[in-house]
């Protein structure tokens, strides 16, 4: 899983900062869906991909309802954080998105919403975008490290662990 590697690279050499509980989430594999826990964190994992005709990337997390239909996750049913990895070529970065962010957008299910099972993401070296894409990347790059060229490890654990 590419994504976990990323997020074993970040904390390596660190005390204490360890992936544990790893589940794979099948319904999600191609996505390298996961969950996993470090420190008192719990946290989603996802590989965004590349598609060839719209900007950004696109990513899925979503499960099976008990009629067997796909439903996007509700706020009790999602860890502490969203993480989605992104990696094209030589960029990386990743969004750590807090569920309190996920549940205000309309990301997560409630009893008044359906939420969603799929999103695209918008990295920092997005540009020329639509103006819905434009606002969806104001609002995300807050929860966006660009990981191309170093690694600001304040950011990620600002990010993961705030």
Not at 109 to 117: D, I, P, Q
Not at 124 to 136: G, H, R
């Amino acid at each position: 899983m590419e994504s976990l590697e990323l997020i074993g690279q970040l904390f390596a050499g660190t005390d204490n900062y360890y992936v544990k509980n790893l589940k794979e989430e099948n319904q999600n594999k191609e996505y390298d869906g996961c969950t996993f826990s470090i420190q008192n964190y719990t946290f989603r994992s996802r590989l965004a991909k590349k598609t060839p005709k719209k900007k950004g990337y696109f990513v899925v997390f979503w499960k099976k309802g008990s009629d067997n239909k796909n439903q996007a996750y509700s706020f009790d049913e999602m860890p502490d954080k969203l993480i989605i990895t992104v990696i094209d070529k030589e960029r990386k970065g990743q969004f750590i998105f807090p569920k309190t962010v996920l549940f205000k957008k309309g990301i997560l299910r409630n009893e008044n919403s359906n939420g969603k099972m799929a999103t695209r993401v918008y990295p920092s070296w997005e540009t020329d975008l639509n103006n819905n894409a434009m606002k969806t990347q104001q609002w995300q790059k807050e929860y966006f490290i660009d990981m191309s060229e170093g690694i600001d490890t304040q950011q990620v654990f600002t990010l993961y662990f705030t």
